[in-house]
């Protein structure tokens, strides 16, 4: 029997489909990660800060109150801070607490400085950032005003000394 001359095939060959398909693959798993990290459902940037930190994560401020209960009974909703004003910025103050943890808020128009000269007399009160102390321990409260934090009033209280 002989056989009938057939075109030869030539013998076809997937590699380009198979590593398209590999690749493909490889970045759509590092974007979802990526998304997953920014959305910081899976935070790679914060578990390796030393490796990984430099992803893009979503910024929160951290002040807001998107979650905060409300209430017809509410006057207001306050939040009190134990620590150091650091710097001054035009209108904004970053505190550190005793941990070393910073944030900034915004001082609302009306901020009150209380300076307590002693714990039995009243205090020196003014109204501006002209009477803020810088590094000195103080209790800094703040009000919601909007969605968001302000400082309403900071008291620089001595300490008490022990007889």
Same mark, same amino acid.
């Given at each position: &029997?002989?056989?009938?001359?057939?075109?030869?095939?030539?013998?076809?060959?997937?590699?380009? +489909?198979?590593?398209t398909? %590999?690749?493909?693959?490889?970045?759509?798993? +590092?974007?979802?990660?990526?998304?997953?990290?920014?959305?910081n %459902?899976?935070?790679?940037?914060? &578990?390796?800060?030393?490796? +990984?930190?430099?992803?893009?994560?979503?910024?929160?401020?951290?002040?807001? +109150?998107?979650?905060?209960?409300?209430?017809?009974?509410?006057?207001?909703?306050?939040?009190?801070?134990?620590?150091?004003?650091?710097?001054?910025?035009?209108?904004?103050?970053? &505190?550190?607490?005793?941990?070393?943890?910073t944030?900034?808020?915004?001082?609302?128009?009306?901020?009150?400085?209380?300076?307590?000269?002693?714990?039995?007399?009243?205090?020196?009160?003014?109204?501006?950032?002209?009477?803020?102390?810088?590094?000195?321990?103080? #209790? %800094? #409260?703040?009000?919601?005003?909007?969605?968001?934090?302000? %400082?309403?009033s900071?008291?620089?209280?001595?300490?008490?000394?022990?007889?």
């Amino acid at each position: &029997m002989e056989q009938a001359n057939l075109p030869q095939q030539k013998p076809s060959s997937d590699l380009p +489909l198979i590593l398209t398909a %590999i690749f493909g693959t490889v970045v759509l798993f +590092l974007a979802t990660l990526a998304v997953l990290n920014y959305f910081n %459902i899976l935070s790679l940037s914060k &578990m390796f800060p030393e490796v +990984l930190g430099w992803l893009p994560r979503q910024k929160t401020a951290g002040t807001e +109150l998107a979650c905060l209960k409300t209430s017809p009974l509410f006057i207001g909703q306050t939040a009190t801070i134990n620590g150091f004003v650091t710097r001054v910025k035009d209108n904004t103050l970053t &505190m550190r607490d005793d941990q070393g943890q910073t944030d900034s808020f915004e001082a609302a128009p009306n901020v009150q400085i209380y300076t307590f000269r002693s714990l039995t007399k009243p205090p020196n009160t003014s109204t501006g950032l002209s009477a803020i102390k810088l590094d000195q321990k103080a #209790t %800094i #409260t703040l009000q919601a005003d909007g969605g968001v934090y302000k %400082i309403v009033s900071i008291s620089y209280v001595p300490v008490a000394s022990n007889p």
